[in-house]
């Protein structure tokens, strides 16, 4: 039986064409995956299903019945879940109270429902603010299926997830479509589509490139995915793309004294307990060390630190023997402290000042005419060779920060952040996270030139492959505490950390 | 001694009465997400047309009628703004505030020419009750407005708590107007309605003002209660029953003023109209209590995807 049929389905803003024509039909009983890089359209497409936009052309029908919801409410109503990428839960609620938002009857009896089949308890009166991620996950997957939906769509549900919870995640899934419902599962991660999909659908720029796949190999996706073959794949893609083979870069001899220091830093919580507990991280010239974690685990709070956005209660942090516990951002920035914030929208740039000015904001005295006028032909030049070398796709210098897209943006505040002189450290947040195949090979690339002409870096992703391919050492996360350092490349490293971030210990 | 007490608890709880109705209004809509400084244009909107609907018809219920369409009125060009058409909710307030200053005061100079005192509320003492020394007079000798607005504050109060489903879908609006609209909640409908309700409840207060405390309307008549009553919401940190008391420590404070001079306390009358405001200073800047605004107010709604 055919759950979900769409047919022709266009979005277009402006003269973006997000999705183009695209067709998909989902049948009741399976998981679907549809797959695509960032900016494929994937998350478009599940908008359009949810109610949550109104496509521009083509139609949908759901069950055999014309589907066109105007608002998420009529596809509440028809019987359509949808799991969203960023968590719509309200943080300064309960869990109950989230779930009572729902006005559905006979709560009780439907939560037990659900924890009997599904194994989905939720803890009903802690505040959703105080959870961790994983457990706001279940939360959400709990409100979904609470009305019985007939098609559950989940939106890159996986992206903050530890492994664990990711296969208690697709276990859900499977269970969810053996009971004959329709699942739509939506990810970029192939590891997960070859475990848990009956079938796939690959979209690429908006547009259909591949349509009821039943060879979930990623040999015969990734060519699908990226529109050129597998072939050239970086081993660093092959982590961030979630496949299970993952090439760790050869161990190397770091004889350095270190120059970035974290002595014993703390940042207590608000409502009591620690953000970030007794931290201490070292750093060697030329040295890349990640930070693992499933996120909320304090590696926010540790870029702050080191950004300047947030004071620690306790704690010093040396650069090259300088003190910056409390040093202005300015400071830092002149000691050689490059820092790339994990949310680059509201911390990383001013989306609506021009690029050129983005890059140079806080180097306005190099660009002086007659002292007091500001020199903006020599900016404009500087930043067009900054956009060249970086590979920058941008109308021109000029042109709006929120003119970019969010790939190209990470592409400039990377830039401008590199070219610190001298650059003696970089920390860099979620480098790759939101870019596409080709500029996650040139972040990475430019990262690890940056090590090797001696700075030393600090990377912190949730992606564990893309770690272990870039780094020499990982620390873990863990409830605002780093583990021990654990070299890359010794034999099962993947493993004892997976197991370190959900808290266990190895 | 005890007859001054009682007189500033009495002035006190009087003075409280047209705050409490404000702010609880205010509270609903701020806890929806909107902030409406406009609940002062609000406020004195509805005094005029109380006051006038009093001369007009010779009867006050029919000018509590006419103040309560009033705010209503204001609150739906507010609604209007800054729900469906996404304006600056500060400067919509603002603009709303200028507006409403500048008609009644017109319209006063076209209506109100004689000066004479209008029909009003008269105090309506509850037998036995009103007799319980200090509290008593405060508490139980009102008239039907005071008694009202208590009764709609306590109301308010009651019907926000999160046990009921449209309190939780109120804060669930103010805090996250996307979750709220995944949710499958009336988003705009609620904040509609919650604006419209502050218009309802300052007109009452505009009402109280003109016709049981005054009996006149005269310019300006509000003189910035309606800023006091959106201070209350916040030195009560956007919650009930701490705002009704922000209300009645607001009322007493300003009934102080009165009382001062019979206590012997000589203290420039303008020093003390500023207690209020100062207290309003502090609260806001986080000494009293830490508090934490609705994540979204302020925040107009757009289903952007």
């Known amino acids: 039986m055919i759950a979900l049929e769409i047919a022709g389905l266009s979005k277009t803003y402006g003269s973006v064409r997000a999705l183009d024509g695209v067709d998909l039909t989902v049948e009741a009983g399976t998981v679907h995956c549809v797959l695509g890089e960032n900016g494929a359209g994937k998350s478009t497409l599940c908008h359009a299903v949810g109610g ?9 029908s759901l069950f055999g019945t014309r589907y066109a919801p105007r608002r998420p409410k009529e596809a509440i109503a028809a019987g359509v879940a949808m799991v969203h990428q960023h968590f719509s839960l309200v943080s300064t609620l309960t869990v109950a109270e989230n779930l009572r938002l729902l006005r559905v009857g006979g ?4 939560l037990e429902r659900l924890a009997d089949r599904y194994g989905l ?9 105080d959870l961790p991620l994983g457990v706001r996950q279940r939360v959400e997957i709990v409100k979904a299926l609470l009305r019985e939906p007939r098609l559950l769509v989940l939106d890159e549900p996986t992206g903050v997830l530890g492994p664990a919870e990711v296969d208690a995640l697709l276990t859900t899934c499977r269970r969810i479509a053996d009971d004959g419902g329709a699942v739509v599962l939506v990810t970029h991660k192939l590891g997960e589509v070859a475990r848990v999909a009956d079938v796939a659908t690959v979209l690429r720029g908006g547009k259909v490139a591949g349509s009821g796949l039943t060879d979930l190999s990623a040999d015969n996706l990734i060519p699908l995915m990226i529109g050129r073959p597998a072939d050239d794949l970086a081993p660093v893609l092959a982590g961030t793309l979630g496949l299970s083979e993952v090439v760790v870069r050869d161990e190397r001899a770091i004889d350095q004294a270190p120059v970035l220091s974290l002595r014993d830093i703390s940042v207590t919580r608000p409502g009591g307990g620690y953000l970030l507990e007794n931290v201490d991280l070292d750093i060697a010239p030329g040295e890349i060390v990640g930070v693992a974690g499933v996120e909320g685990n304090g590696q926010t709070e540790l870029i702050h630190v080191l950004s300047g956005a947030l004071v620690p209660d306790a704690g010093t942090v040396e650069l090259a023997g300088e003190d910056l516990t409390r040093a202005t951002p300015a400071r830092r920035t002149a000691a050689g402290l490059g820092v790339v914030p994990e949310d ?9 000042l021009d690029v050129a000015t983005n890059l140079y904001l806080g180097r306005l005295g190099e660009y002086r005419r007659f002292h007091v006028l500001l020199d903006k032909k020599a900016m404009r030049s500087a930043a067009t060779a900054v956009i060249e070398k ?21 592409k400039v505040v990377l830039a401008r952040e590199l070219a610190l002189d001298p650059l003696v450290c970089l920390a860099a947040a979620q480098p790759t996270r939101g870019l596409d195949v080709g500029a996650v090979d040139a972040v990475l690339g430019r990262i690890r030139a940056a090590a090797a002409a001696g700075a030393a870096v600090l990377v912190v992703s949730s992606e564990l492959g893309e770690l272990l391919a870039l780094c020499d050492r990982v620390v873990v996360a863990y409830r605002g505490k780093l583990s021990e350092a654990i070299v890359a490349a010794a034999p099962g490293a993947h493993d004892k950390i997976a197991h370190l971030m ?5 | 001694m005890s007859a001054v007490l009682e007189e500033i608890l009495s002035g006190g709880v009087r003075l409280a009465a047209p705050l409490l109705l404000a702010s609880a209004g205010e509270l609903v809509s701020e806890r929806a997400g909107v902030l409406n400084l406009s609940v002062e244009g609000m406020m004195l909107t509805g005094a005029f047309a109380g006051a006038a609907g009093a001369m007009v018809t010779g009867s006050a219920v029919a000018g509590v009628a006419c103040a309560l369409v009033a705010g209503l009125l204001v609150a739906l060009i507010q609604a209007i703004l800054s729900v469906t058409l996404r304006a600056d909710q500060i400067v ?6 200028a507006l409403a200053l500048g008609a009644t005061t017109y319209g006063a100079r076209l209506l109100f020419t004689d000066g004479s005192s209008l029909e009003g509320f008269a105090a309506l003492p509850i037998p036995v009750l009103s007799e319980i020394p200090l509290i008593g007079p405060a508490l139980f000798e009102q008239t039907a407005l005071g008694y009202l607005a208590f009764a709609v504050a306590a109301a308010l109060a009651f019907g926000l708590s999160r046990r009921f489903t449209w309190g939780l879908a109120i804060d669930a609006v103010g805090e996250d107007t996307l979750t709220a609209d995944r949710c499958g909640l009336p988003v705009r409908l609620i904040r509609y309605a919650a604006v419209l309700l502050t218009g309802a409840t300052a007109g009452l207060a505009g009402a109280d003002l003109a016709l049981a405390e005054v009996h006149a309307f005269s310019d300006n008549i509000t003189g910035g209660v309606g800023y006091l009553a959106v201070v209350a919401v916040i030195a009560g940190r956007w919650r009930a029953w701490p705002t009704v008391l922000a209300c009645l420590f607001f009322g007493v404070a300003q009934a102080l003023q009165f009382a001062a001079p019979a206590v012997g306390l000589h203290v420039p009358a303008p020093l003390l109209v500023t207690i209020p405001y100062v207290i309003a200073l502090l609260a806001v800047s986080g000494l009293v209590g830490r508090s934490r605004a609705p994540s979204g107010l302020t925040v107009p709604f757009a289903r952007t995807a």
């Open chain 2, 92 to 97: 919509t307030g603002i603009t709303a505030n």
């Open chain 1, 390 to 410: 970086h590979g920058i796709s941008a109308p021109g210098p000029a042109a709006p920060m929120s003119a970019l897209s969010g790939g190209n943006q990470q």
């Open chain 1, 502 to 506: 959900i808290g266990a210990t190895a």
């Open chain 1, 344 to 352: 680059r929208h509201h911390e990383g740039c001013v989306p609506e």
């Open chain 1, 52 to 60: 949550s936009l109104t496509p521009s052309a083509g139609s949908m």
């Open chain 1, 107 to 110: 709560l009780a009896a439907r």
């Open chain 1, 121 to 129: 308890a939720v803890p009903l009166d802690e505040t959703v603010g």
